[in-house]
């Protein structure tokens, strides 16, 4: 008997799990699908290229075909501990002051800026030390890349030409929320990742009051009357094994494993769940709906001459040389985050504040789709990707059969609103616009992605669709708010069931803007202390 039984060991599982058992009179239970992080790509930043294709290492959920060309994507998500922040590309972001204070807007107090910042400056290392909006000193280390590559360096400074502020620290912002570029905060400390895993549970793993399950995937929740009373799982050999919960149950496998495991256990539409063969236990329409993910938009050039860092990584030999390097002082292309360079910028002028988020990095891959190898060109070249930032087409999430094991049916709705399609548009335009500005315009000799002939809103559009990539960020599939419909309330308790809480990216009812793992796990930090208050 434990008293909380947390479900799901990623960004959020691990914070919840060091916060709960701080107090050696609680016993907690943490259960996770995937093994232990034992694996070295683990600790190696640019490692994520190769980790996230291991089915091994990553969950790989197929989503419905869409585009032009009508086809499905894999979107990965780890299946290890720390989750998808131990196979992720590290980007640090943490919202705005205008993001936080949208959830309040939409009826949920308690998850304003003001509540929030401190929480990111409480568990922050920042390698630049502390200022007002920026910690030091905490578990989780946050840094840029420790010597940029030249060309990192001129895209800084061309983002000036265009009317970017040129800051040291993209996140270091508290009031403000203009058009900046700086190079990439990301979770890597001293050229090692720093997963969720590595800053929150790793430190605690000792205490006795905690027990770790890995290899253990759960299949259903267990109930006593209208309250969960603990959970049902598969362990490594195949047998089931269940686990109670005193206390409570919290959920926290994301915005694809969270409406999965509710609807596997008769918690949502209750049309799909029939459909599924899965009786309905709670007819909760909106479990599973209002998804929104980012679609990131690519741009391409070939450079002029040899530089950047395609000629350390386009074959195994440079790859073993620079594996090397890395092994002997941390430090290359291996050391970085998935992009190099971060910008904010607003897709035309006029607009409050950035609608769209920009990165770039010193390199580039032949065009793939998610969740396949990624191959590094040998031609030197250059590459950029822009994100919506609070897009508004809906997508959904619904299981196919009551089997634990079956497929999702995953509707991505990438582009689905005239809004999307507009920043898309605009967004394109914006980055173009950036490349054609010295000093790296002197250094590009030709756009090779999407290429000039693609020019037309629908032209855009389609391309986007058919050969951009999906950003690994999920929200909305459990969205707190205050009415009936909402699947969870403002203090994360799942509405018509006792005991029973989600604290993942799929409670986020509006994008918090940027990458979603520093968000994640600030938010899992005050799901703790409503979950220590029985609030």
């Known amino acids: 008997m434990f008293d909380y039984v947390i479900v799901g060991a990623g960004s959020a599982g691990c914070v919840l799990a060091n916060r709960l058992s701080a107090d050696p009179g609680v016993r907690v239970l943490l259960v996770e699908a995937g093994g232990p992080d034992r694996h070295p790509l683990f600790r190696v930043p640019k490692g994520f290229g190769k980790l996230m294709d291991d089915p091994g290492k990553a969950w790989h959920y197929r989503t419905r075909p869409f585009g032009p060309r009508a086809r499905p994507e894999v979107w990965p998500r780890g299946k290890v501990l720390g989750g998808s922040s131990s196979i992720n590309g590290l980007v640090y972001n943490r919202g705005g002051r205008d993001d936080w204070d949208d959830l309040v807007r939409l009826g949920n107090p308690g998850w ?38 030249p060309l990192s360096v001129e895209m800084v400074e061309t983002g000036r030409s265009v009317g970017l502020t040129p800051v040291r620290d993209v996140n270091d912002v508290d009031e403000s929320d203009g058009e900046r570029i700086g190079h990439t905060m990301a979770t890597i400390r001293a050229g090692r990742r720093v997963s969720a895993a590595t800053a929150f549970l790793r430190p605690v793993r000792h205490r006795p009051n905690l027990t770790v399950r890995t290899g253990t995937t759960v299949t259903g929740l267990v109930f006593g009357g209208d309250k969960v009373v603990g959970v049902r799982a598969r362990d490594a050999e195949g047998a089931t094994v269940e686990f109670s919960a005193a206390r409570e149950v919290v959920l926290s496998l994301g915005s694809l494993g969270t409406p999965k495991l509710l609807q596997q256990s008769g918690i949502g539409p209750a049309e799909v769940l029939r459909a599924a063969g899965v009786g309905v236990r709670l007819d909760r329409e909106l479990v599973g709906a209002r998804m929104r993910e980012h679609r990131c938009l690519p741009l391409k050039f070939r450079l002029r001459e040899n530089l950047g860092t395609n000629r350390m990584l386009s074959s195994p030999a440079r790859q073993g040389l620079t594996a090397l390097r890395y092994l002997v002082r941390r430090d290359g292309p291996l050391a970085t985050p998935a992009y190099d360079v971060l910008a904010f910028v607003k897709s035309r002028p006029g607009l409050n504040r950035p609608d769209a988020q920009v990165l770039m990095g010193p390199w580039s891959v032949a065009t793939y789709q998610a969740g396949e190898a990624v191959t590094v060109e040998r031609e030197p070249g250059l590459s950029a990707v822009a994100e919506i930032l609070r897009p508004t087409a809906e997508g959904s999430v619904r299981i196919t059969s009551a089997d634990p094991d079956a497929p999702l049916d995953v509707e991505p709705n990438y582009l689905g609103s005239g809004h999307d399609r507009r920043i898309a548009v605009d967004v394109l335009a914006r980055m173009r616009e950036f490349f054609a500005h010295d000093p790296i315009a002197a250094r590009l000799s030709t756009e090779t992605f999407p290429g000039p002939d693609v020019r037309t809103d629908e032209e855009v559009v389609d391309t986007m669709l058919d050969s951009g990539y999906c950003g690994y960020h999920a929200i909305g599939t459990c969205a707190m708010g205050p009415n009936d419909v909402d699947v969870v309330d403002s203090h994360l308790r799942v509405r018509g069931v006792d005991n029973l809480r989600v604290m993942d990216a799929s409670v986020l009812p509006a994008m918090v803007s940027g990458n979603l793992n520093g968000p994640v796990m600030a938010m899992a930090w005050r799901a703790a202390d409503l979950i220590l208050d029985r609030a």
């Open 112 to 149: 304003g800026w003001d509540t929030m910042l401190p929480i990111f400056t409480g568990f922050e290392d920042n390698v630049f030390g502390p200022s007002d909006s920026r910690g030091a000193g905490g578990p989780l280390g946050v840094s840029p890349p420790r010597r940029p590559d």
